[in-house]
């Protein structure tokens, strides 16, 4: 078994369930060499990764960005809705 500095996660998460998958790191992996090598897709089929956004420890970075060691690889939802435009929706209802 790899050592797990040697190992990086892949993570997404629906409303209802979250899933975060590790493997081994191999020297240039890069984001979506990682997310496609995880099998994670094949448990959310619904995922285009032409269209997520990604990250790593929830900072963006693009699917051609290389891996480290320890890394978590984070695939993001589209949001539904602008948060600016929700909270400004949520004030305006508590106001009199």
């Known amino acids: 078994m790899p050592e797990s500095r040697s190992l990086v996660e892949v993570a997404y998460a629906e409303p209802e369930r979250q899933l975060i998958l590790g493997l081994a ?23 285009d990764l032409d269209a997520c956004k990604v990250g790593i420890f929830a900072k963006a970075t693009t699917l051609e960005a290389e891996v480290q ?17 929700a909270r400004k929706r949520r004030t305006a209802k508590h106001k009199p």
Do not use: C, W
Request: aromatic share 4%; charged share 30%; net charge negative.
């Open 69 to 85: 060691p320890g890394d978590r690889v984070e695939i993001y939802r589209p949001l539904i809705a602008d948060p600016k435009e």
């Open 25 to 47: 790191l191999q020297p240039g992996m890069t984001v979506r060499q990682a997310i496609e090598r995880s099998g994670i897709l094949a448990h959310f089929p619904d995922i």
